[in-house]
């Protein structure tokens, strides 16, 4: 990691998908720091964040020349066609097809979910405290459905992205760390389970998790 003025600029925190951000920088060989902030974390850089992202949803992905991105799926496309030498896109046209396939599969479908579950309130004009669990164990069995539905359309041969990880790797294997995601599919998906371990022992892949997990 990299702090010079013409680096990547990445906000976020621990145990976040900024974490995604960050194995997919690594893989690109970008330099980059990162700046501490997330919206509920008030010793962070809260202001700061939210000036760049008025959602202060993270991660938040400020460029050597100044662009904002946010969004991990398009974080990830955006590093993919600029260090193309990385592969984070694939090898091939149809290759980068199916890996944008998965990355808007999974942030449509997956990564949404964890927002209703963290959140139920935002989801739900009751105030009552069954109603809001109800909304989080709907939107759990949801999310646990479309992992179910993303394992079986993409079952990793021998890798998410194909014959090298990539992009839909990354961000695979970071979402599918949370809201009980993986004890379900060690029941209903174990090979798909198999695949997420294999990623995470790649060796940029696993400094992270050493980063944001311990």
């Not at 976020?12 to 893989?27: F, K, M, N, V, Y």
């Not at 959602?55 to 398009?74: F, K």
């Not at 984070?88 to 890996?99: N, P, T």
Request: proline residues 5%; neutral net charge; contains cysteine.
């Amino acid at each position: 990691m990299n702090t010079t003025d013409s680096s990547y600029v990445l906000y976020g925190t621990r145990r976040s998908g900024s974490a995604i951000a960050e194995i997919a920088l690594d893989w690109c060989r970008q330099p980059y720091r990162v700046v501490h902030a997330s919206s509920w974390e008030d010793q962070s850089a809260r202001d700061e964040l939210k000036k760049l992202n008025p959602l202060m949803q993270i991660p938040t992905l400020r460029t050597p020349s100044g662009a904002v991105l946010t969004e991990s799926a398009a974080i990830l496309m955006h590093l993919g066609l600029r260090c193309p030498q990385a592969g984070l896109l694939g090898s091939s046209d149809d290759q980068r097809d199916q890996i944008l396939r998965g990355l808007v599969f999974i942030a449509a479908n997956c990564y949404s979910q964890i927002t209703i579950i963290d959140y139920p309130e935002r989801f739900t004009t009751s105030e009552a405290e069954a109603e809001r669990e109800a909304v989080k164990q709907g939107a759990t069995q949801r999310l646990h459905l479309h992992w179910a539905m993303f394992a079986d359309q993409f079952p990793g041969r021998p890798w998410l992205s194909g014959e090298a990880p990539g992009a839909l790797d990354a961000m695979a294997v970071i979402v599918s760390r949370w809201s009980g995601s993986r004890a379900y599919l060690e029941q209903h998906r174990p090979e798909f389970l198999a695949v997420l371990k294999r990623i995470e022992a790649l060796p940029e892949v696993a400094a992270v998790l050493a980063r944001h997990w311990g």
